[in-house]
């Protein structure tokens, strides 16, 4: 061992030789390659054949619509994708800014990037270790490895050989100080290889497959369809450059080419409405895949719980007390339970908390913003002490003023206790005591009765068995000083336990409850201790329902066996002891590889997937869900990076919000489409069926094209902005499987086309058979209206004001499709004619059985898709 360190030269030659201290791997995607990537989309590729079709048959007008609606989705959609990568940015904390090293003998500061192996670091309370070590020093050192580990409590490190000596990266250290020696960095160091699983092929969401099979099947569709037109108007006698402009029309017609603006729309308002929540969405997609998601994979520390430790429970020999409120914030009650007799139970335990505040080396510190969180500096654990004893009315600052610590035995992993002497107001001593209850329930430690250490052991593992972390406290009053505070760890009076757990948020058991009615299923991987994750899923009501446990568990035994057998350890994972993993509801002891295991069989199954966490641990397995949930606050960089969607606030609430936007979305989608093919196919049928009725050529290339821009233009994209159905969280998700035009959307799609048909063809029929009417201007128009009337019929919501958007924009369409008989302008572009009084009446009539037709088809759409809960 050598306290000089490296030389300069050789740290820089080092440097060199293993490059920069960070994690390679989290490459910065290109805007050229977002572009691309949105080009890609089969809708698009549609869109684009269209567009050279109409450039080579010089129909320049509907060149520039097509091209524009190509350009705004793509910018749309490359736009929040950026916008959402400079966020996460601006969140992101480096993870450890700075490293204290030893170099040429002397202690200097350099960028955590430069330290390189060999390096001799220094570590006090605070630090987050700048990459792998090995102890060369250590004095009373706690880390929190919470985030590559899931642990919620410190790990004890020594250098002296009786503890673990190894250091991880990105961990922190809340207690003590070390000098330790580098081993590891970059991509080496175990943040590395974490961060090196990351590096898998990000693969097309749920919606992203849907759209693209669709896009295939229109894309044949389409084309077979121009051909025919072709060849039915070239047998007529109509000539090539006519029936050649007429059929991309069609084409144009056939392909609701403003789905893709209609997606994009839908997802980036859903995307505002998560960034109003402190959600930032980093990949659009994003927002819809939570809406089909059927399990939600979380972690525990910081997810579901507070990621703080609070003592909960007091119990001493006269009495026993619950303590309220959350944090570190030394606010709340402490409640004697019903049976404890006042006042002797009260002040046993005030006597034990006020020896917790004394036995300490923890400080709490205030907010510097109202209204901001207290946090703990040192040992979390003993920082839940000391709220627990301003929560009683205890001031520690007072009570190390009137008693001054005067000796001290640190914590360590042999003793597992820790011992403080303290000077009396009287001149005497007081000897205080906290440590493991197996190390203090002892006849050579306490002067009690056999009886009363049983009891005290008794209520010991009875707390451990809920999940709490325990600890009992002792104490007594000495004449003097003693000489070696060691020596007076004997003859002590036990005060009590206290039991501490990091509690679940308030709003996580209403989160998972919201996912269940929802039909989704919640399933806790965490890297903590079987009964701590035991006891966190008992309180969230993940055991719920019994019969969802290993195979073979039978639904009618009793809830703590059910309990027990739905906690699977990580090494049960790892010897495949377990046949399927998606019968587990509680996950403990994973590793990161395990918990990628266990999402990839949810997925092998045919799941989508959600993963919420914020360690570096959960890395690897927020890439691989459909969908990664990242915290942004307490979230690591590798975490934030790795998903798709960043919770500011590190509210897991927010996700229920989310999965209710992707509904939203993915009903929209459908929406749109049944509207948009409808509308599609009627204008297909009537150029089909219209001359085989006598109608030669129903309606010109600009008429078709002048309906299609007013439904699936405007009107169209404001379909997207439609509010959530209020059942939209009430029923399962649909299947990942499904087909985005299935559950009946085609037949409803059909339907509706027929009725279009029918009311465009009736009314063009109608006006030729009278004569001298302008029948090709009725049929256009009353096309235009049933259409229009449908979009109305379809809302979710006939009265709701959320989408003004929506009746502004049919109104308008409306208002531009009688443009295009009474403006001379319009009239000569469109070749159309006006319509006087009665001739107006089979398009008012045709927007009325829309409209009812409409509403008939969303009613037979509602709750027809079984799901998997």
């Known amino acids: 061992m050598s306290v000089h360190g490296l030389p300069q030269a050789e740290a820089a030659r080092r440097l060199a030789e293993y490059g920069p201290n960070q ?70 904390d480096i993870s450890a800014p700075g490293a204290r090293v030893v170099r040429d003998g002397a202690e200097r500061q350099v960028a955590a990037t430069a330290v390189v192996p060999g390096d001799v670091v220094l570590l006090g309370e605070g630090d987050i270790v700048p990459a792998d070590a090995s102890l060369l020093e250590s004095s009373a050192l706690l880390v929190d490895e919470s985030a590559v580990t899931g642990e919620s409590v410190p790990v004890e490190k020594a250098a002296d050989g009786e503890g673990d000596a190894a250091l991880q990266a990105g961990t922190v250290v809340v207690h003590g100080r070390a000098v330790a020696e580098v081993t590891a960095t970059g991509a080496a160091s175990t943040l590395g290889r974490i961060a090196a699983l990351l ?93 089909s998601v059927t399990m939600l994979a979380t972690d525990k520390t910081g997810t579901l719980t507070e990621g703080s430790m609070v003592v909960e429970e007091v119990w001493t020999p006269h009495g026993a007390a619950t303590v309220t409120g959350s944090g570190y914030r030394p606010e709340g009650e402490v409640r004697l339970r019903p049976g404890a007799g006042e006042p002797l139970a009260g002040t046993a335990v005030r006597e034990l908390l006020t020896a917790a505040a004394l036995c300490n080396d923890a400080a709490l510190g205030a907010p510097e913003q109202p209204h901001g969180d207290w946090t703990a500096l040192g040992d979390p654990t003993e920082a839940a002490l000391l709220t627990a004893a301003g929560k009683a009315g205890i001031d520690h600052e007072q009570l190390l003023r009137d008693r001054p610590r005067t000796g001290e035995v640190p914590f360590d992993s042999a003793r597992r206790r820790m011992t403080t002497v303290h ?172 918990k990628l295991e266990i999402v990839q069989a949810w997925r092998s199954q045919g799941g989508v997937t959600a993963m919420t966490g914020d360690g570096v641990n959960d890395g690897p397995a927020l890439r691989q869900a459909d969908i990664g949930v990242a915290m942004g606050q307490r979230g690591t960089e590798v975490a934030r990076q790795a998903a798709d969607l960043v919770l500011a606030d590190d509210d897991v609430a927010t996700v229920v919000t989310a999965v209710r936007e992707g509904r939203r979305i993915y009903d929209n989608i459908r929406r749109f489409l049944l509207f948009g093919l409808s509308g599609g196919a009627a204008e297909i049928a009537v150029m ?123 109104a308008l369409s409306a208002a531009l499709g009688a443009a295009a008989l009474y403006v001379p302008a319009l009239r000569s572009l469109l070749d159309t004619d006006p319509l006087d009084g009665w001739e107006l009446l089979p398009a008012l009539l045709a927007a009325a059985l829309g409209l009812v037709a409409g509403r008939a088809a969303r009613q037979g759409g509602r709750d027809v898709v079984p799901g998997r809960p």
């Not at 869109?47 to 910018?75: K, M």
């Not at 090539?240 to 893709?260: F, G, I």
């Open 23 to 92: 994690v390679t791997g989290l490459r910065r995607t290109s805007t050229w390659s977002r572009v691309l990537a949105q080009l890609a989309d089969p809708l698009i590729m549609v869109l684009l054949a269209a567009l050279v079709l109409t450039v080579v048959t010089g129909d320049y007008a509907d060149a520039v619509v097509i091209g524009f609606v190509v350009v705004v989705n793509t910018s749309v959609g490359v736009g929040q994708e950026v916008r959402a990568d400079h966020a996460v940015e601006a969140l992101a």
């Open 199 to 291: 590096d898998t092929k990000t693969e097309a969401t749920p919606l992203q497959r849907r759209l693209a099979g669709l896009g295939r099947v229109l894309a044949l569709a389409t084309v077979g369809l121009c051909l025919v037109v072709l060849v039915l108007g070239l047998v007529r006698g109509q000539s090539l450059e006519v029936m050649a402009v007429t059929a991309v029309s069609l084409a144009v017609a056939a392909v609701p080419e403003s789905l893709p603006a209609v997606v994009t729309l839908s997802l980036a308002l859903g995307a505002g409405r998560m960034a109003a929540r402190h959600a930032i969405v980093r990949r659009l997609a994003a927002v819809e895949t939570l809406g």
């Open 423 to 594: 000077r009396t107001p009287a001149g005497g001593a007081q000897v205080c005591l906290k440590g493991a209850p197996e190390a203090v329930l002892l006849p050579e430690v306490l002067a009690e009765e056999p009886a009363a250490l049983d009891a005290a052991r008794a209520e010991a593992a009875r707390f451990a068995k809920a999940g709490y972390r325990v600890l009992a406290v002792a104490q007594a009053a000495r004449s003097r000083p003693p000489a070696d505070p060691q020596a007076a760890e004997t003859g002590l009076g036990l005060l009590g336990l206290v039991a501490m757990s990091d509690p679940p948020k308030q709003s996580a058991a209403d989160t998972l409850a919201a996912c269940r009615r929802a039909g989704i299923t919640t399933v806790l991987i965490t890297g903590d201790h079987p009964a701590t994750a035991a006891a966190i899923a008992g309180r969230l009501g993940l055991f719920t329902d019994a019969g969802h446990g290993l195979e073979g568990e039978s639904g009618h035994r009793e809830e703590a066996e059910a309990r027990r057998r739905q906690v699977v350890v990580g090494r049960q994972v790892a010897a495949g002891e377990i046949a399927d993993l998606t019968q587990v509801r509680v996950f403990a002891r994973t590793s990161p590889s395990q």
């Open 688 to 810: 089909l069926l219209g001359p085989l009725m006598g109608l030669t050529l129903p309606l010109r290339a600009g008429q078709i094209l002048w309906i299609n821009l007013l439904t699936h233009g405007l009107t169209g994209v404001a379909m997207g902005a439609e509010p959530a159905s209020p059942a939209a969280m009430d029923r399962p998700p649909r299947p990942p499987q499904q087909h985005v035009l299935g559950a009946g959307l085609w037949s409803r799609v059909l339907v509706l086309g027929a009725l279009v048909t029918a009311a465009g063809l009736g009314a063009g029929l109608w006006a030729e058979r009278l004569g001298g009417l302008p029948w090709q201007s009725i049929l256009f128009l009353t096309l235009l209206t049933a259409q229009l009337g449908v979009c109305l019929g379809l809302r979710e919501q006939w009265r709701t004001r959320e989408n003004p958007l929506l009746p502004a924009a049919v």
